[in-house]
T-cell receptor
C-alpha cells in the first residue's frame, strides 16, 4: 500500500515564500502530482514529477527525491488567491492516483 | 468546450434510496475515475475504468456501483448499502497510460436526509 503524509494546515504572509512538504512510504510509484483545490471545487493540476529534482512553473515549483521518500511544493510571491488546499498524490499502475489528506494553506496580509 | 460534466451539483437522498451521479466527458479520454472526498480529508478512489466495458474497484468500492457502456460516460450509483454516503463526489478522466494528467469535474454534493 501507499502512505502519504502532509501537514494539515499552514499559514503564510502575502508576498512570502512557502514550502509544503509531502512524505510517503510506498513499494513503488510512477510519479508524483500536486493539485490545488479551493473549497467546494475540483482539484486543478499544478505539477508532475517523475525524476528526482526540481520542476519549475512560474510561481510554483515542485521537488522530488525518491531515495528520501519526499517531495515539496514551493510557492513564491504568495497571493491571497493561493489560499487553498494543496494535495500530493502518487500515481501507480493504471494511472490510479492515491492522495494525501492535503495541506490547507491560509495566506494572510 | 471540452471538459468533464457532473450532474447534479447537489443531491439529497433519503435513507434506503439508490441515487445515480452522472459523469460525461468529451475529452476522448480512455480512463475515468470516481473519487469521494469527506470534509477536511483527501480524495479516496471508489472505482476506475481504463477502457469501455471494463472497470475495477478502488479503495472504498463497497456500497457503490458503476458502468462504462460508452467511452464518454461513467455513472456512479450510490446504493442503500452505503451507510455513510454524505460526501463530495468527484469524477475524473485521463488519457490512457501512467503519468498523464488527470482532470476533474466540478463535483457533486450528496447529502442524506
Amino acid at each position: 500500500g501507499q502512505n502519504i503524509d502532509q501537514p494539515t494546515e499552514m499559514t503564510a504572509t502575502e508576498g512570502a515564500i512557502v514550502q509544503i512538504n509531502c512524505t510517503y512510504q510506498t513499494s513503488g510509484f510512477n510519479g508524483l502530482f500536486w493539485y490545488q483545490q479551493h473549497a467546494g471545487e475540483a482539484p486543478t493540476f499544478l505539477s508532475y514529477n517523475v525524476l528526482d529534482g526540481l520542476e519549475e512553473k512560474g510561481r510554483f515549483s515542485s521537488f522530488l527525491s525518491r531515495s528520501k521518500g519526499y517531495s515539496y511544493l514551493l510557492l513564491k510571491e504568495l497571493q491571497m488567491k493561493d489560499s487553498a488546499s494543496y494535495l500530493c498524490a502518487l500515481t501507480g499502475g493504471g494511472n490510479k492516483l492515491t492522495f494525501g489528506t492535503g495541506t490547507q494553506l491560509k495566506v494572510e496580509l | 468546450d471540452g471538459g468533464i460534466t457532473q450532474s447534479p451539483k447537489y443531491l439529497f437522498r433519503k435513507e434506503g434510496q439508490n441515487v445515480t451521479l452522472s459523469c460525461e466527458q468529451n475529452l476522448n479520454h480512455d480512463a475515468m475515475y470516481w473519487y469521494r472526498q469527506d470534509p477536511g480529508q483527501g480524495l479516496r478512489l471508489i472505482y476506475y475504468s481504463q477502457i469501455v466495458n471494463d472497470f475495477q474497484k478502488g479503495d472504498i468500492a463497497e456500497g457503490y456501483s458503476v458502468s462504462r457502456e460508452k467511452k464518454e460516460s461513467f455513472p456512479l450509483t450510490v446504493t442503500s448499502a452505503q451507510k455513510n454516503p454524505t460526501a463530495f463526489y468527484l469524477c475524473a478522466s485521463s488519457p490512457q497510460g501512467s503519468g498523464n494528467t488527470i482532470y476533474f469535474g466540478e463535483g457533486s454534493w450528496l447529502t442524506v436526509v
